[in-house]
């Protein structure tokens, strides 16, 4: 049966922390409050999880969740290659709502589906959720809802799309952004936005100036024409 708490108190607060971190390490699925819009998690490192987390979604192995977690130190845990101005960019930004993909480091023993060797990383700016990862570790994030769908902004819509197939739902009222995260790529030799969400691509731009990057809107002309084929597949309309 699906646990739904609200979050509302401390002492509240306290109890839904301690039912989801009890949740996700025994490998079930949450739905949590983001500061983006609701979204369904698991396990990073429970391959089941993650599993059923896709499973859960309506979607396959090619378009693998982002990875949530709780500070910047833990990024060079799971990313490598990390250019100087996608440090820049997080330290700007974290916690908040952008995703950056990133090289992931070949020794991680996880499986988040048909990844190409790159992992989606963000900070959330949410305190109850940055304290759940630090009692579970990184979680793999999606938005609660069934893909192709619209995103969840609060716990009934959640809750109708997912509800049996979760544990607890984590009830924080409406999203305070309700705009999903603006998602970038730092896998290439230039910066690449897959997808504009909560972050404009012109303040992204304003912080990597510096570095003598930029990133390119569409249309924009490309000299260097160049496919990145190690990116995994983003759902554009359904990444919390």
């Known amino acids: 049966m699906t646990e739904r708490y609200p979050i509302a108190t401390e002492d509240e607060q306290t109890k839904a922390i301690d039912a989801a971190a009890a949740a996700l ?3 079930e699925l949450v739905i949590v409050p983001t500061d983006t ?3 369904v ?3 990073a490192f429970d391959k089941g999880a993650v599993a059923g987390l896709l499973a859960a979604k309506g979607r396959g192995r090619a378009m693998p969740p982002p990875v949530l977690i709780s500070n910047v130190a833990t990024l060079d845990a799971l990313a490598t ?3 100087d101005w996608a440090r820049t960019l ?5 916690p908040g709502a952008l995703t950056v993909v990133f090289h992931q480091q070949p020794s991680l023993q996880w499986d988040l589906g048909e990844t190409r060797q790159t992992v989606a990383v963000r900070i959330p700016d949410s305190d109850i959720l940055r304290r759940i990862i630090d009692r579970v570790g990184p979680l793999a994030t999606s938005s609660a809802n069934r893909t192709t769908m619209p995103a969840a902004t609060n716990a009934d819509q959640a809750d109708e799309m997912l509800g049996r197939m979760v544990k607890a739902i984590l009830d924080g009222g409406e999203s305070p952004v309700g705009e999903a995260s603006t998602i970038v790529s730092a896998t290439g030799d230039e910066p690449k936005v897959l ?6 691509i012109d303040r992204i731009n304003e912080i990597i100036a510096p570095h003598g990057v930029a990133i390119r809107r569409p249309g924009d002309p490309d000299p260097a024409a160049e496919a990145e084929t190690d990116l995994p597949a983003t759902d554009a309309d359904t990444e919390a």
């Open 41 to 43: 998690a698991a396990d």
């Open 37 to 39: 819009v609701y979204g």
């Open 90 to 94: 997080v330290e700007e930004l974290w």
């Open 81 to 83: 290659r990390i250019p």
């Open 195 to 200: 997808r504009e969400g909560a972050i404009s």
């Open 25 to 27: 390490q025994a490998g």
